[in-house]
């Protein structure tokens, strides 16, 4: 089984940029995808953006294409979210995961996701 641990949260002004990393251990074998999420208080948690392990194809939810960059490095078994333009409605709680759906990767539903790690917290003040 993966597991992930996510790092690089903090506290930035509306503007500002934070680079997230999720550090995969374990058996990684087989996994098609990692995703990141958000939950902000009170709400569902949403993906953010995924990336295919098979050949990084990405999503991005509207709400950050343009502004948000999934990358991976394979050698190090580490996947990057660069958050740029950061906006007070990108706060929240920040998780990575794995899929070994390919289904689930291009439905980008958390469900079908697992190896959650423990979050980052990210909070962005106007």
């Known amino acids: 089984q993966v597991q992930t641990m996510e790092s690089g949260g903090g506290s930035v002004q509306a503007g500002g940029s934070l680079r997230l990393s999720c550090l995969a251990s374990?058996?990684?074998?087989?996994?098609?995808?990692y995703g990141w999420f958000r939950q902000a208080p009170g709400k569902e948690r949403e993906a953010v953006a995924v990336i295919s392990t098979r050949d990084d194809s990405t999503y991005y939810a509207d709400s950050v294409s343009g502004r948000f960059t999934i990358s991976q490095d394979n050698a190090k078994n580490t996947v990057y979210l660069q958050m740029n333009s950061l906006k007070p409605e990108d706060t929240g709680m920040y998780y990575c995961?794995?899929?070994?759906?390919?289904?689930?990767?291009?439905?980008?539903?958390?469900?079908?996701?697992?190896?959650w790690g423990q979050g980052t917290q990210v909070t962005v003040s106007s």
């Open positions: 374990g058996n990684t074998y087989g996994r098609s995808c």
């Open positions: 995961a794995a899929s070994y759906s390919s289904d689930y990767c291009r439905s980008h539903n958390f469900a079908g996701f697992g190896a």
